[in-house]
Each structure stands twice: as C-alpha cells, then as structure tokens.
C-alpha cells in the first residue's frame, strides 16, 4: 500500500473494533504462557527450574529464523485476500494445537515435550502476531491515529486477558476449585474458544488494502537496510530492555506469591488487579501522550513504575492482600507499556518507507516480534537460573532465608533496573509528533 492509500482521517469505531477483536486471544494465552506454564512444569509437574529456563532460552534459536522469514515472506505475499488475512487464518490451527498440549498436558510429561510444544506455539504465534501488528501500520499514516489504533487493540485485547482471570479467580470463591493446574485448563479453553472466533471475525470485517509494493530486497540486504534506520534500533533496544523487565518479573510473579507471601491459589487474583488497572490505564495513556509526546510519556510510565516494584520488598508471609494495592499501582502504569512502544513503532517504518520505496511493515515487526520473544525467553531463563543459584528450591518447605530473599530481590530488582534502563534509552528519541509530521510531508512529495 503506497503513501497515498494510507488513511489520513480517523477510522471509524466499527473498523477499530473489529481490528481489536484479533488480539483477544494473543493476550488471554500470553499470561498464562510466560507465568504460569514456568511455575506448573516446574514446581508441579517435576521438570528441573533450570532446565524449563533454558528450554524457554532454546525456542529463541528457532524464532531468530522463522520470525525474519515469516515477516519477509508476508510482506511478498500476494493474493486476492490480501497479504496479511491468509497467514492469520493459517495460523490459527497450529496455536490452538500448542496450547492444548502445553495447558492441558497429560503427566508424565518431559523436557523434549515443552520444547516441541513451545516450538509449535511460537511458530503459530508468529504466523499471527506479525501480519497482524504489521496490519495496524498499514491502516493509517498519521502520528496520534496511530497511537488510537494501537489503543484500541490493546484495550480489546486486555479486556479479554482481563475476563479470562475474572473466570478462575470466580471458580476459586464461588467453587473451590483453584490451582496452577485448574487456572491453565480454564484459560486454555477458554483461548481455544475464542482463537477462531475473534481472528475470523477480524478478516471477514476489516478491509485490507491491496494497492500496495511488495518488496523486492532480498531477506539479507533488507535488514541490513533496516539496521541503518537509527530511531528503530533506539526504539528496538528500549523495549527489549522493558520486556526483559517484564518477563522476570512475569516469570517470578507466582513463585513470589505462593512462597515469599504463602498463598497457594490466590496468584491469578493478582493477575486480575494488575491486568484490571491496565484496562484503566489505556485510555489514559492514548491522551497523555497526545500531549506531552509518546515517548515522554513512556519514560513517565517506566518510571513511576520502578518506583511502586520497590514496594514489594516490605512485603511478606501473609500479606497478599498488601500487595493488591501496589499491584493496582504499577497496573495503571504499566498500561502505558501496551500502548506506546507499538505505536512508535509505527512511525519509525515511515522512515524506511522513505528510505526504500516499499511497504515492509511486516519486516519491521518480525524483528520486534522477534525481540519481545527473545526478552520474554532470557528473562525466565536469567530469572530461574539465578533463582536456582541462590538455593531456592520449588515446593520444598525447606528453603533457606537465603533462597526466599533471593526470590524477594530478583523479582523486584529485576524488573526495577530493566524499566529504569529502559527510560534512559527513550528520554532522547529524536522521531517525536513534528519530526514525524516532517517526515510524512517528504512521503507525499515522493508519491510514497
């Protein structure tokens, strides 16, 4: 799709609905995936944590190929139905087998059996989430309906993260019946429910633009191209700083509750406020940013941040309900990590729009999808590695003083130092609303 196609004028709350729809269930199964399928095959199903920190880490091997290709092969692709649709549809099949064997496995299971399902998942995954975010960039070109657009998707998308924790945590009040192994099989039927539906929804009611440039760089030369666009490597390295954070602090969230605070079913309530306040946050940050810039406002969100995860380190047996009112905190701020990041990635495939004369989105988000998977594989693997060097062990009611405090330390600080860094990466970002506005002029002068 050239310069001229890209919409200018706000989308209607129809399109965005239906374009948001397709982001339910990445984010309903993307939880329970990088927090709980850690703690269940390690402290419950008796793999070693080390071992499932470094299958997480080995799955990344595969992504560092399949995530490029997938993204170079959808911005090629060529068909009547478009080149985003026809991969979001056949993908659908190979995330909903993943997830039934990875949420509902039958004991005995092993190590090879994680990474084959992992592996599954993460390809489907792929086949997903890169035309489809590569699809947000594509339905508009300007600076703040970007920023809607994103928000939109990532409200839908959190509403139903959001309604697939309401689910347990009411099957643990009204009914009893509340786990680990009980939160996975209701998340996971649930996702497989709606994995077709929302998806199917999504390309049979969004129109997608066929007037475009399939790019004709070779996969090689494109991203050496893509690693002179100067905003995107500043952009890239923040978040893959922010997610890194992010992902020790998901990977550590229920060892931290169930044996630092004590409570043994109640860690997807937590889940629930956190995800909750992060629906509460959106709106807010899409405004925020509209008027003090994007990337300010991300620096405001990391920050505040750092500061309540601190917080946590007061904490101890028996106060689980102490810590709700931090984690609503950091929830309303971390809404600004959904939104912001996403949309400024949009902008920075502006400049190579400029710089090429093609429309490789898809590329763009290979490699963005490709860092968020790497963050979110390093993290578990540098979280559970070290949280097995300081002697803790899962399940045992004979961990040391010291393995409890280095399980308190790596979840707080952890996190704290990833967002902390990240801002300081951000504050200077040169790509802001006026440069950007500058940028689109040049796209019009060059028919682009």
């Known amino acids: 799709m ?20 397709a982001d339910m269930p990445i ?25 499932v920190g470094t299958i997480w880490l080995l799955t990344r091997l595969f992504d560092a190929v399949s995530d490029p290709l997938i993204g170079w092969l959808s911005d090629r ?20 087998l993943a997830i039934y064997k990875l949420f509902m496995p039958l004991a ?3 190590e090879l059996y994680l990474l084959c399902w992992l592996v599954a998942l993460w390809t489907g995954w792929t086949m997903l989430f890169i035309p489809y975010y590569a699809w947000a960039a594509e339905l508009s070109d300007e600076y703040n309906e970007r920023t809607r657009i994103t928000g939109w998707r990532a409200w839908i998308g959190m509403a139903a993260n959001v309604v697939s924790k309401v689910v347990p945590v009411a099957a643990i009040f009204f009914f009893g019946f509340g786990g680990t192994e009980e939160t996975l099989l209701l998340i996971g039927i649930m996702t497989l429910i709606l994995l077709p539906l929302s998806v199917g929804l999504t390309v049979f009611n969004v129109p997608e633009g066929t007037n475009y440039k399939p790019t ?37 969230v229920v060892f931290y509750i169930r044996n630092v605070l004590g409570e043994a079913q109640s860690s997807i309530v937590m889940l629930l406020v956190y995800y909750g306040f992060n629906l509460l946050g959106i709106p807010f940050w899409i405004w925020f940013s509209s008027k003090i810039g994007k990337h300010r406002a991300w620096c405001i969100g990391l920050s505040f941040f750092s500061c309540f995860q601190m917080c946590y380190l007061a904490l101890g047996a028996g106060d689980f309900y102490y810590m709700l009112p931090i984690t609503a905190c950091t929830g309303f701020l971390g809404g600004s990590f959904w939104v912001i990041p996403n949309s400024m990635k949009a902008d920075v495939i502006d400049v190579d729009r400029l710089e090429t004369g093609e429309d490789r989105a898809a590329w763009y988000f290979a490699v963005w999808s490709f860092t968020t998977k790497l963050a979110l594989s390093i993290g578990p693997w540098l979280a559970l590695t070290l949280l097995a ?17 280095g399980l308190k330390l790596l979840f707080v600080l952890g996190p704290t130092t990833g967002f902390l860094l990240a801002a300081a ?8 609303e006026k440069e950007h506005s500058r940028l689109r002029a040049k796209l019009q002068e060059a028919g682009r």
């Open 389 to 405: 060097f300081v002697g803790f062990e899962p399940g045992s009611i004979e961990s040391s003083a010291e393995g409890l405090s």
């Open 77 to 96: 692709t060529n068909t009547r139905w478009g080149r985003r649709r026809v991969w979001m549809v056949a993908a659908v099949p190979v995330m909903m």
């Open 108 to 110: 005995p299971v092993t």
């Open 425 to 432: 990466i951000t504050w200077g970002y040169p790509l802001d």
């Open 27 to 51: 984010q309903m199964a993307a939880i329970p995936v990088a927090a709980f399928i850690p703690n269940y095959y390690g402290q419950d199903l008796g793999l070693s944590i080390a071992a």
């Open 2 to 21: 050239n310069g001229k196609n890209l919409s200018s004028k706000p989308l209607s709350r129809k399109t965005l609905f239906f374009y948001g729809l």
């Open 216 to 252: 004709a760089i070779p996969l090689l030369p494109g991203l050496r191209l893509m690693m002179k666009n100067s905003p995107f490597k500043r952009l890239v390295l923040a978040f893959f700083v922010n997610q890194l954070g992010s992902a020790i602090s998901t990977a550590l």
